[in-house]
């Protein structure tokens, strides 16, 4: 099972992969508080699958609300520190490193950790206990696509309970660097690099070297005084004044080019820490009704991923299936993909960034609107927006989904309140990329406008957003899936339009094991059929001038959802060159656009 670096922008030399069998039991009853309460480890778990995957081991769909993991490792003290990480426990940890309580955490996409030096046994055997608390009928956490009923239905799927990303040690110094980030800022030619350093009695004399180059090319090599325990400067580059010779640099889609970086922490001249990451020359802005990509209107050609996989559920398989992910949308003619209630596996991230793929970062939704669930969802939000922040590959956030969590947004002010919250606070962490604060319908707060409508009805399409169609009458009169486009006291502003969910036709190639039922928004009988559906809607939505991009439903089946483009085993339907030949249809006749 390779996973890659699980942390790819912050990466040592000096790590564990702590993958692979763990003692497993459930506790259903609640019964156990500590390691010491667990008398009998009856079954073994491949971590990082989650229970309720096949892959693990176990495959138990059943509800359970606690079940605890155990694992001896070998890892020797030292002078150094030892960090335990976890890179997504759902729901609530809690760590024992020897007995010890290490670490707690709550939320279920977001990574934790725990230095774990002082635990340690001298004889370098050291036992890891992990209890994960995860109630499968609780609306108010977030919990995205994941079901409350004992068998998925509609649009939700099988639950994950526990560990579901990798869980990995490394050492570091006595004094090192904790967290980094990265800021693009094409305009001035310059790359914004933040860091924040952590350990005992921090001397007058630290420094942090940065290296920034890009194949054999030397971009920049600076070094920064360390000040109460941070660095925040901006690396310039030397700009060479013409365009053709300045774009080599800039990331996107059709030219992914990644600078590379070496970042040292020292002690006069003494290294204290080490390690690579990257960055990259990438800008997302609004102009009027249109995206921008590096300052130029850009067309998004996106298509919905749930994430998920038949045998390991919201885990992936491997690192090769995170990359084939990323080759496969690309290879389907899309320019990016809108990971849908979930926060994906870093490693998707790092695929989508080396190999130019836009994502849009999405927060799985709770389900009840309560104090409880607004908490819960601000804190794991926060949480991603930090972890995802410097990956040049992350164009947009979108907070809330369809009114999920805040169904009655057009006669409640607090659930309203609620989602234009979200807006400020995502753009209050994160300046630099656009926000859409509820996609779907019911618009408030947003710098992009988002429209799911899955009519599939041509002729529908073309009256409700054609030529003839004035935004005013849109916003006005129309009502895909029978709810208003923005709410009162917030009119259009000439945001950008985009048609974010549609499609979504069913076509059954084969007949997934275990699903016993199918469903999608539209059908097709036969392959040719659901070809010439595809091709003859994206030729409608392309055409349509009022979109300035679009996210078609959906990448893969899913469970019960069999309206993907892939089968679940990421099979195609329909030739490949098919696809790619629709969803690239030229857009050039829209005035501006890329």
Known sequence: MDFGYPRPQLQRKHWQCLNGPWRFCW?????????????????????????????????????????????????????????????????????????????????????????????????????????????????TKPRGKQDWQLEPHSIWYPRTTGIWQTVWVERVGRIYVDKIRWTPKVEGYMIGFEARIVGDELGDDLSVEVELSHGERLLARDRYRVVQHEVDRFVV???????????????????????????????????????????ALRSVTILRDRFMLNGRPYTLRMVLDQGYWPDTLLAAPNDAALKKDVELAKAMGFNGVRKHQKIEDPRYLYWADRLGLLVWGEM????????????????????????????????????????????????????????????????????TRPVIGNDGWESSATDIIGIHDYDANLDHIRQRYGGETKTEQLFDRRRPGGRI?????????????????????????????????????????????????????????IHTALFSGFCYTQFADTFQEANGLLMADRTPKVSMERIAAATRISATHIPGVV
Not at 513 to 534: I, L
């Open 27 to 139: 506790d259903d009853e609640g019964r156990c508080a500590s390691p010491n309460d667990i008398a009998d480890w009856p079954l073994e778990i491949q971590v990082p699958y989650p229970p309720e995957a096949t892959a693990s081991g176990i495959g138990d769909r059943g509800f359970h609300k606690i079940c605890w993991y155990e694992r001896d490792v070998d890892i020797a003290p030292g002078n150094d520190r030892v960090i335990l990480r976890f890179g997504a426990v759902d729901y609530q940890a809690k760590v024992w490193v020897n007995g010890s309580l290490a670490a707690t955490h709550e939320g279920g996409h977001t990574p934790f950790a725990a230095d774990i030096t002082r635990m340690l046994s001298a004889d370098g055997r050291q036992r890891i206990t992990v209890q994960v608390m995860d109630d499968p009928h609780e609306l």
């Open 364 to 431: 799985p939704s709770p389900y009840r609107f309560t104090r409880t669930a607004i908490k819960r969802l601000i804190r794991e939000w926060t949480e991603a927006i930090d972890r995802d922040y410097s990956h040049p590959c992350v164009i947009v956030w979108v907070p809330f989904n369809e009114s999920w969590g805040v169904p009655d947004l057009t006669a409640i002010r607090e659930h309203r309140h609620a989602v234009e919250a979200l807006y400020h606070l995502t753009k209050t962490l994160d300046a």
């Open 485 to 541: 486009l923005t709410l009162d006291g917030y009119p259009h502003r000439g945001q950008p339009i985009m048609l974010t969910e549609f499609g979504g036709i069913r076509f059954i190639k084969k007949p997934e094991p275990g699903v016993k039922s199918t469903w999608g928004y539209s059908s097709a009988m036969d392959e040719e059929t659901f070809a010439r559906q595809y091709e003859e809607l994206l030729h409608t939505i």
């Open 237 to 279: 580059l030397s700009d060479p004044g013409i365009d053709d010779y300045r774009n080599e640099l800039l990331w996107s889609p059709e030219r992914p080019t990644l600078i590379d970086a070496r970042i040292r922490l020292l002690a006069g001249e003494q290294v204290l820490d080490e390690f690579s990451s990257y960055t």
